[in-house]
């Protein structure tokens, strides 16, 4: 028998938030630790929160560090929250091979297209028992059902046994595209016992067993048919079976399916290249819509969640192309909002009401299952596999506790790991080893800063307070020449009603105080900057009743 | 038989919005229209698209011309919805009393003591058949249930008939306090025929009965007896309700109350004030909390919506002064979160997640009951009333077309009037008659500005793109006088890992712009101006991948 190390786990992302999952698992003694990399997601601003920023995603300097010790980067499934990074991300893990199954690698490949790393560097791997060998690591992808194709679960081998990281699943026997889920076939893979469940979290406050993609079938496939306007529908352009079941549905209604939206076209012609959707009707070119009457017409469009620049938020607003609807038109929200795009989601919803479209969402639960394992789900995996240790990851800190809580209810030694947790993997089940310094990075048009910058910061508080710029030129004797000058961005300037009268006082103001200062005052530009701060401050506090961003530039002519 | 005029209905906000309600009603020529404003509320900015802003209101623009032709406000109850823009707008809406019942009175006089108005303007009405006379109409307030004390149904008389203002309700037998709601009594009222039934619409799309205030009673209580650790609740302040029932199930399970916030203090002490709350318990003051077991401890706090700093946001975030929360406490959300608010919510539920605390909400519909008609309820209200027309009010323009839907499917006339769409009420039914201007005030500090002003534009692209102020000085021959100095705030300055390079790379285009322009050029403010915008915008377009917003400030020296 050899000795072996305790196996361990550490999120940078995905642990204490729905997002941006980002995992790595290591071997061997810690200064000369293996690595191996799952998933490399992003997440996405919130609107008030993170203004300008464009996407989030992990700061994994503790990863780059020991790039060169990471021995392969393994993504679970498609989702922009396990595969979005890559472009960002991958060069910072070093240089190891990008495993993922045959659909995922195609999305993988299309993103790393736009970036500078090789497409080349994305391995294609089968699913389960193919097995690839990283490092002390032997992993494969045993596949698991959830709302996109070709999800897996990572069967995670180390010399001192196996770990189970799921990633996102659900309990669908019927997923339409995809396989199965296969409880007996998890019952194998446990049976000579797994030291630890990598699990995800999102749905552990729901509390009834998972619905399958099969049971909305049924009711799309009414309101297709007894519909007498055009049908919208909008969902997660990754999900095939979704796309399938909608489409299918149409034709059956005899209605020509029309396809509108970048990110639905890529997500139908990866899933047919790589032979996922053999069965999905013939797509009409929008503009061949025209002359189809509306009862004959179905679109597919995306932009579920929203977003103002999609195919439909378009349609709300009046059209996309020529493509429009009018009263007695129905659009389906075949889709959850995820939390923060609840506004968002109802301006649109608002947009369609006013055009006299009927919209139809998953309030009754008819025309959405969601791809998450709900808490009866959970424990049945618990039981299924019955790890020496569950790990719950993918969910906000309440997620995470609640897993943790309900496994200890039920006898498994868990523990609540945020992003930055070291844990260890051991026979008595996870243990805490150290913090590690973690935090979010956020793209900005070209460039990648640190949320701890500062950078979002002074913007949002600019937004809060709006921002004074003062100018001043002082002479050769330390006068001021003319008067101060003040231009604000984002405050009420028109006092009482008078153009301007906001600016006119400041710049009174500040001229008046410069005005009595000493010289050895005046020609300090640090006494300068302390005494116009004040006044602005007490004026504006006076005058607005809030204190505003300052921004002081001193010229001096000597 | 004295000729009539067709009575008029307007919405100023609340129609095509939840939140900010402001209607009116007016009779007689139109240039001699007299009016009643039926109530006058607030709503909350959202954090995304109202920076800096405090509290928004309807923009009153339309009545204030025609102020001295109101005869009376009428408060339909005491939510800030319907109350809280009192204090800035009832100068502007003339001298005419504000009516309403005692406990709203009361709330409306606390408000008006923060203003230059005199709460002296609120007169108390009793409910009906107690009626005020205001101009042509005749005016009385029908208890109805709801999830404040108090809250009323207007009954409006005109000379062309019977108006029903339904205000915010439910239909709760048991609302536990205030009146239960009186479906014989609305069929009295409606006996002679009804001209309008004016709709809350805001749960349309709520397919079940609603449930009743004393539905919750006994799952309350067995949390109460059944948790182990300290309790904490929190809902609205102005559910009174709601409040004795938590209190007295706490009572019953031998727990102490304590109330923190001062919402809800003010609204119990309130509450208590005009004889609504006999049967509260004890308040327990927070400083003799300490030496009391947990398990003896219930605390309402104040702060259902993730308010940032209200009571049980300070709990979540460590202590409120000397009372904190540990691991196994149970922290009850009573309450829904308004769309908007899901993250705020969910930040504050994790970090009591982090201090072990469980955190119970609305998600099994255990511990709380929507105020509001949901569809079913509101359909037996049209039939109850049976009016000439009904005209939905409060709610989203998508809550309001599917009100008027329902109820043309069940033939009762109606039409959609969102803000600003004034509508005779016929015999025949609703009727357009024409647009009016209306749109949103907001409150920043100490002053009030219109929502197009363009203020909170300039602060969302300054929070989008950052700000870049360039300073300039010239000489008496228009020659740059040393460089061009930038500062910059709200933008990623470090390229390359070098400390404000940004500015210095943009100093030196600048510089190197205007040193190789001509004379003419140069001597020109606004060629000067354009063309340091446009080496700006390209340069932070190379370097950043965006455009900021920029201030250019030009001094010439003579």
Redesign the interface.
Known sequence: MTSTFDPVFVALGGA?EIGMNLYAYGYGPERDRRWIVVDVGVTFP????H??VDLIFADVAFLEKQADRIDGIFITHAHEDHVGALPRLAERLGTAPIYARAFTSEIARLKLSESDTSEGRVKTVGAWPETVQAGSFSVGFFPISHSIPESSMLVIDTPAGRILHTGDWKADPTPLVGEPFDPEGIKTLSKDGVLALVCDSTNI?S?NPGRSEADIVTPIEELMRNEPGMIVATTFASNIARLRTLAQAATKAERSVVVIGRAMHRMISTARKVGLLTDFPDILDARDAEGIPAEHLFVLASGSQGEGRAASAQLARGGYGRLSLKDGDVFLFSSKTI??N??AV?DI??????Q?V??VDD??GLYHVSGHANRPDLLAMHKLVNPRGLVPMHG???H???HA?AAEQHGIASVVAPNGTLVALTADGPQLVEHIDTGRLYL????V?GAM?G??R???R??????V?V?L?FDERDAL?GDA?V?T????T??DGEEGALQAKLEQVVTDALGSAKRGQRSDDAQVEKLVLGRINTTCQQ????KP?I?V?I?R?D
Not at 462 to 467: A, L, P, Q
Not at 489 to 492: A, E, K, S, T
């Open positions: 204490g919130e609107e008030g929160k203004p300008g406050f509390g939390p923060g609840e506004v109802a919803q608002n947009l369609l009401a006013q006299g009927r919209v309030a009754g906000e800190y309440r995470l506790a609640e809580r900005d048009g070209t460039q800063y910058d950078i979002v002074e913007r949002l600019m937004s809060w307070r709006g921002h710029v100018n030129v020449m000058w231009e961005r984002g405050l009420f028109d006092l005058l607005l009743g809030k961003e921004t530039m010229n002519i």
